[in-house]
């Protein structure tokens, strides 16, 4: 509040002082405006993550490359068409007869060629392998995303049931692939699952080590295997 002094007519006609006092609105005006900033930098928090959420999930692309090139022998290299009309690659190695197959889902960021020590372990035992690289990593088509791993997911498991129909097919997660494998569980008859570095969804991941968001309702791929 800011005091000034003004000089006016009295009544016996003689200038005499007058104080008029005047409101500075300036200071509450600012504790108004306080608060806007932090909540508009909030918004702009929670728009990014939703437009780059699947950034922190999925690390499409990395190396690709046959299993001949990797020295994986027994296997060959096979090409997969979803339900969606993408083409995933994976490397298929056939059961002795009267085994089973397992399907070997990797996690991230991680490419077939990154699995070629956990192959042979499988194969050794007489078991068929199937491995993938899901859409968007390695040389599959497409990009990734939940609704379209389990796709990836089923077609693998469609292609070892035609290609070895007495077979029983075990499905083997690891990290990311846990999801998928306990998703692929709930809609294909696998013999068995087991799960490396499971998680219990994404969303609580993300609720656990991530900033205050509500991820709840921005989380687009939650991988619920609770559910």
């Known amino acids: 509040m800011h005091v000034r002094n003004f000089a006016q007519l009295g009544p016996s006609g003689a200038l005499e002082p007058r104080t008029?006092?005047?409101?500075?609105?300036?200071?509450?005006?600012?504790?108004?405006?306080?608060?806007v900033l932090p909540a508009?930098?909030?918004?702009?928090?929670?728009?990014?993550?939703?437009?780059?959420?699947?950034?922190?999930?999925?690390?499409?692309?990395?190396?690709?490359?046959?299993?001949e090139a990797v020295g994986l022998a027994g296997f060959a290299e096979v090409h997969i068409a979803t339900e969606d009309d993408e083409r995933i690659v994976g490397w298929w190695a056939p059961p002795r007869p009267g085994r089973g197959v397992v399907l070997?889902?990797?996690?991230?960021?991680?490419?077939?060629?990154?699995?070629?020590?956990?192959?042979?372990?499988v194969q050794?035992?007489?078991?068929?392998?199937?491995?993938?690289?899901?859409?968007?990593y390695g040389s599959s088509t497409?990009?990734?995303?939940e609704l379209g791993l389990r796709a990836d997911a089923?077609?693998?498991?469609?292609?070892?049931?035609?290609?070895?129909?007495?077979?029983?097919?075990?499905?083997?997660?690891?990290?990311?692939?846990?999801?998928?494998?306990?998703?692929?569980a709930r809609e294909r008859p696998v013999a068995g699952v087991l799960l490396n570095a499971p998680y219990a969804s994404v969303l609580r991941l993300f609720?656990?080590?991530?900033?205050?968001?509500?991820?709840?309702?921005?989380?687009t791929d939650q991988f619920d295997s609770e559910a």
Request: aromatic residues 12%; glycine residues 10%.
């Open 20 to 35: 008029i006092h005047r409101v500075d609105c300036a200071r509450p005006t600012a504790t108004l405006h306080a608060p």
């Open 40 to 67: 508009f930098c909030y918004l702009c928090l929670v728009l990014w993550f939703v437009a780059h959420q699947r950034d922190f999930q999925y690390a499409p692309g990395g190396t690709s490359g046959s299993p």
């Open 104 to 121: 070997f889902l990797h996690g991230t960021p991680s490419t077939l060629p990154d699995t070629v020590w956990r192959l042979p372990e």
């Open 124 to 136: 050794k035992n007489g078991l068929g392998v199937m491995a993938i690289d899901y859409r968007g």
């Open 142 to 145: 497409g990009s990734p995303s």
């Open 154 to 184: 089923r077609a693998a498991f469609d292609f070892i049931h035609a290609a070895a129909p007495t077979s029983k097919v075990a499905v083997f997660g690891e990290s990311l692939g846990t999801g998928v494998a306990v998703a692929l």
């Open 207 to 219: 609720e656990l080590r991530g900033p205050p968001l509500p991820y709840r309702w921005l989380l």
